[in-house]
């Protein structure tokens, strides 16, 4: 049997679509926007159009892994829950749907865990059981890996880390319609959001972060803040699921800035003891990081053997 899978990311600006070899390497990408207006149908064709492209040129490819952003039931093969992001996408049937468009054995799992299996495949946490992963962007998701599996909870719901409350943080909307909580804080936009209402002026999270680093006063108490609610939350987190390690992904978190440096500190003044040493660390991967765990997803669900 073929060593090759698929692993597609649909994400809420790009789809992208790679094939993934058994050591993790990827051979060849194809990406395209994400119809997120158009419905389910739109954005399954896309993943189509993708697919078959790649497996005209790797005909041997053995099996497709899907990661999506939602709540995912992957023993259903279904989108539970999605934000608006992606329009119709909860309730939609991937797996049935992929399955006859590919003509390829499909499996499915949310995007977060997506990533997460990636950096265990083959990124920061390599060979790692206790896993506690989080990407922070434009939301805040997270998975967490225990004894190698990923938990997934009694609702398919486990690891939402983005929506943990923050105690002094009411005022703050959030995505999900709440408020007070850690990605209505913490997020990329939510952070912009926050300058924005302070100093009137609309900029990205990317220009807050530079003008932070350049002096600007307010956008580092805006970054400052951000990165010191992410990081108690990860230190209280860890505290509560004992992982080996912490690994953090997706835009927000660049090495070396503000945001992540305030994170780290903080990270650590919270730490019981007994996981004092667990490290906190950037993800390895990159944008490929859910490519690779979506294939490593669906080698994990076929019997290729291993030599
Ligand atoms: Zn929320």
């Known amino acids: 049997m073929s060593d090759l899978c698929l692993g597609v990311d649909i994400g809420g600006t790009k789809t992208r679509v790679g094939v993934v070899t058994s050591t993790h390497r990827v051979l060849d990408v194809r ?3 994400t119809p997120v207006r158009e419905g389910a149908q739109a954005v399954l064709a896309v993943v189509a159009r993708l697919g078959r492209e790649l497996r005209g040129r790797w005909v041997d490819v053995a099996a497709c892994g899907v990661g999506t952003a939602g709540v995912v039931d992957p023993a259903g093969g279904m989108v539970v829950a999605s934000t608006d992001t992606l329009l119709g996408w909860a309730g939609t049937p991937v797996v049935g749907e992929l399955t006859t ?3 390829l054995r499909v499996h499915i799992d949310n995007d977060v865990n997506a990533f997460a299996l990636g950096e265990v495949a083959a990124g920061a946490a390599r060979g790692r059981a206790h896993v506690l992963a989080v990407m ?3 939301g805040i998701g997270g998975a ?8 997934r909870g009694a609702h398919h719901n486990a690891g939402e880390v983005g929506h943990v409350p923050v105690p002094g943080f009411g005022d703050r909307p959030c995505t999900c319609g709440g408020s007070g909580h850690l990605e209505g804080v913490a997020a990329g936009p939510a952070m912009a959001a926050r ?7 609309a900029v990205s999270f990317a220009e ?4 932070a680093e350049a002096g600007d006063a307010l956008a580092a108490e805006v970054v400052d803040e951000g990165g010191r609610v992410l990081g108690q939350l990860l230190a209280g987190l860890t505290n509560a699921i004992d992982p080996e390690l912490v690994v953090v992904g997706g835009g927000a978190a660049q090495p070396g800035g503000r945001y992540w440096s305030a994170a780290e500190r903080h990270y650590r003044q919270h730490l019981l003891p007994a996981v004092g040493d667990v490290p906190l660390l950037l993800a390895r991967l990159g944008k490929d990081a859910v490519i690779v765990g979506a294939a490593e997803l669906a080698r994990r669900s076929i019997s290729v053997p291993r030599s």
């Not at 967490?144 to 938990?151: E, K, P």
């Not at 300058?195 to 002026?201: E, K, L």
Request: charged share 30%; net charge positive; no cysteine.
């Open 136 to 138: 922070v962007g434009t």
């Open 208 to 211: 807050v972060a530079r003008r």
């Open 144 to 151: 967490i890996l225990l004894d190698g599996r990923l938990w």
């Open 101 to 103: 468009l590919l003509g």
């Open 31 to 33: 990406e395209s926007p």
């Open 195 to 201: 300058y924005r209402q302070r100093s009137g002026d």
